[in-house]
């Protein structure tokens, strides 16, 4: 697996998932969160609303974007509650990615 870190626009990103990390604690998304779901019409706050994802640590959600961005889908995956979060939670939230694209089979990743 090949890994680059870049610092994109969304529009230029495209990857067969994109991974984006939501605390449980936050109810309302932060502004270059609520860009992605305005372009997908409202499909992150729907999973939300409806109870399909709650940001737990490492619950995951795969949506498909169908091609209103880039990446071919989304994983949702939950960081879990703002004040517990540290560096090695943090490890262990991009394992789960990492297992969950290599099951997958999937040749590329981004995240935000």
Excluded: W
């Amino acid at each position: 697996m090949k890994i680059r870190v870049l610092e994109e626009k969304i529009e230029k990103i495209a990857s067969e998932i994109m991974a984006l990390g939501f605390f449980e604690d936050e109810k309302r998304l932060e502004p270059r969160l609520k860009k992605i779901d305005i372009r997908l019409n409202g499909m992150i706050a729907a999973a939300k609303k409806e109870g399909d994802f709650k940001g737990k640590f490492r619950e995951t959600v795969i949506l498909p974007t169908q091609k209103l961005i880039p990446p071919k889908r989304l994983m949702l995956i939950g960081l879990g509650k703002k004040k517990e979060f540290t560096l090695e939670k943090q490890r262990q939230v991009f394992g789960t990615i990492a297992k969950t694209v290599k099951k997958k089979e999937l040749a590329s990743f981004s995240s935000m």
